[in-house]
């Protein structure tokens, strides 16, 4: 995607951002709220849609909701993400949640 149409959403996204920061809002909620709204501003381009809290069923017949789905227009998943607290240590939080099955092909962890 040319750096131009990425500009505004990354933009936009920032800015909520810093306006949750000024409220001293940093919980999972709001930067999650931030972040499905950029991804639905990049995949409306591509014609993907951002399905937030979705179930997935992994291979062990467990389910597990994710923070966030987008497919294409062919209901085909293109990538999923997970949202965590701005304190949270992503580093652990990622290995948490990959020892719990969630996907790790096109996964993004927020």
Not at 11 to 39: C, I, M, P, W
Not at 63 to 79: L, P, S, Y
């Amino acid at each position: 995607m040319p750096a131009s149409k990425l500009s505004r959403p990354l933009a936009s996204y920032y800015d909520k951002l810093r306006s949750y920061d000024h409220q001293s809002v940093s919980n999972e909620g709001a930067t999650r709220a931030a972040f499905h709204a950029l991804l639905e501003d990049i995949g409306r381009q591509y014609n993907f849609t951002v399905l937030g809290e979705q179930p997935i069923r992994l291979p062990n017949r467990r389910t597990i909701r994710v923070d966030g789905e987008i497919k294409d227009q062919f209901k085909i998943r293109r990538g999923v993400w997970e949202a965590k607290d701005t304190a949270d240590d992503l580093d652990i939080e990622i290995r948490k949640k990959i020892a719990a099955g969630y996907p790790t092909n096109n996964t993004i962890f927020e």
